[in-house]
Each structure stands twice: as structure tokens, then as C-alpha cells.
Nanobody, 124 residues
Framework: QVQVLESGGGSVQPGESLTLSCTAS????????VGWYRQFPGQQREWVAG???????DYSESVKGRFTISRDDGANTVSLQMDNLKPEDTAVYYC??????????????????WGQGTQVTVSP
């Protein structure tokens, strides 16, 4: 079974940066859109960023201009560069893949088994 492993989270102060990584156990990202999600305590997981197989990107309004998604299909890795972090970015972050970015945005988006996620905490 394909597994994804998210890493790179941590505790930072507002305005600082973090880079998250997601690695798949198999070469599963090739040909698919990849994306990042986050989940606040007691809430449903929400889509944050996506990148199509051809390199088109899209972001939620809350992170647009601050987060940058990238992919390295050869290394089975998806990254999320997060700059100018805010306390409201505090959440557990997950990655997944689907056919298209629009599919990632759906409530049931993401075709892969969900990983454990990585905690990001932003506080003064």
C-alpha cells in the first residue's frame, strides 16, 4: 500500500518560514496533481495548495502569496515553502494526490491513504 510521510513541521514565531516535505513510498505522484492540506483542531481538513502534473499551481486565499508548492517526481517528493507565517497557520499539515487540482479541492479530495501529517505551530 502506498504511504506518504510528511515532515518539516515545527514551532516558529510569526513572520518566520518553514519548508514542509512529503515523500511517497512509491512513484505515485507522476501524472497526478499533488496538494497540501491542513487541519485545525476540531475541524475538517481543508485544501491549501495544489500543483498539477504540468506545473500549474493554485492556492487558497488564506495562503496565496505566502506559500509555494513544488514537486520533484523523480524523488517522489512534494514540498511546501511557507513564508511570513501567522498564528492562524497553526495546524497539522498533510499531503495527497488526485487527478486534477479541482479534484484535490473537493471535500473528498485526495486518492492516497492519509499520512500522519506534520504539526506547524506559529506563536510569539
Amino acid at each position: 500500500q502506498v504511504q506518504v510521510l510528511e515532515s518539516g513541521g515545527g514551532s516558529v514565531q510569526p513572520g518566520e518560514s518553514l519548508t514542509l516535505s512529503c515523500t511517497a513510498s512509491e512513484n505515485i505522484f507522476l501524472g497526478y496533481a499533488v496538494g497540501w492540506y491542513r487541519q485545525f483542531p476540531g475541524q475538517q481538513r481543508e485544501w491549501v495548495a495544489g500543483m498539477s502534473f504540468t506545473g500549474t499551481t493554485d492556492y487558497s486565499e488564506s495562503v496565496k502569496g505566502r506559500f509555494t508548492i513544488s514537486r520533484d517526481d523523480g524523488a517522489n517528493t512534494v514540498s511546501l515553502q511557507m513564508d511570513n507565517l501567522k498564528p492562524e497557520d497553526t495546524a497539522v499539515y498533510y499531503c495527497n494526490a488526485d487527478l486534477r487540482i479541482d479534484d484535490l479541492k473537493q471535500t473528498m479530495g485526495g486518492k492516497l491513504p492519509w499520512g500522519q501529517g506534520t504539526q506547524v505551530t506559529v506563536s510569539p
